[in-house]
């Protein structure tokens, strides 16, 4: 037991976090997003759109330590509008509500004043493009009656770039990858997610969404683009604001946000090579 219990320490101080914790919360979320689709998908657009809602409370607070101010109430609003458009009317909804968000949240910043409404403008339209837009195309993923595949799908995608770029880059990484962002991000770990999002996307589509294998491979390595970068994005705002990690609401991951941030730009990728697929092979 205390040969575990050194190793199990080892990888933790090498991770920068705890790998037992972070496994257990990994597998709860699966389990959840799997009952949710499996009960009646409406329940995942509405776990989507808590989700970001807890994102955005934890955006809010860090921006709140550099003194830039983002509206928690307006965005709450503004994500339960998105995601309830985009679940009634599709991409459409989800572009009108967005335009239709966008102004009302500028406007209701007028009331601080001039002072820092450069800052605030800017932190707000990020939060609302990096938050309830780009997660509403999880809830797009999720809306046609091939839902339950197309979303776990997405998830052994996303999955499997987490998963094995973190245990490689934990067991055989040597080479920063970017140093100065995320300095336990590593070369090794880069391949890691490459070869194994790719067999993991073959088989997913193979299996899952019965599509021809080689689609996967080309999803699985756009998707592994998509998450390293969307991961590489929120380290840089920690690291902008000085955060180890964005809150402490998920043991082993951190914040909500630190669980979101290879998804958010994954979901819109996913959507549109599924869209490109549906009409063109």
Known sequence: MSDLHSINEAINKRAGRK???????????????????????????????IAVILGVRELSKAFAQRDIYISFRGLTLATIGLSYA??????????????????????????????????NATATTMSLIYLPFMAGFLILLAR????????????????????????????????????KISPKKSWEGLAGSIIFTAIGGALAFHYI?????????IAGLM??????????????????????????????????LDRLDSVLLSAPALWLALELVKRFL
């Open 86 to 119: 985009t679940w009634v009317g599709a991409v459409a909804g989800l572009a009108i509500a967005t335009a239709i968000a966008f102004p009302v949240l500028l406007i209701s910043l007028l009331r601080r004043g001039p002072e820092k409404f450069v800052a």
């Open 209 to 217: 969404m019965h599509m021809h294998w080689w689609i996967g491979i």
């Open 19 to 49: 790998l037992l914790p972070s496994i257990a919360v990994s597998l709860s979320l699966i389990a959840l997003v799997w009952f949710a689709l499996s009960y009646e998908r409406v329940i995942f657009a509405g776990l989507v759109c």
């Open 144 to 179: 046609p009656s091939t839902g339950w595949h197309r979303v776990m799908t997405f998830v052994v995608l996303v999955g499997c770039n987490d998963t094995f770029g973190y245990l490689v880059g934990v067991l055989v990484g040597k080479h920063p990858m970017v140093p």
């Open 223 to 256: 998707i592994v683009f998509t998450a390293t970068s969307g991961d590489l994005i929120e380290s840089a705002l920690k690291r902008d604001m000085s955060l180890k990690d964005m809150g402490t609401l998920l043991p082993g991951h951190g914040g909500m």
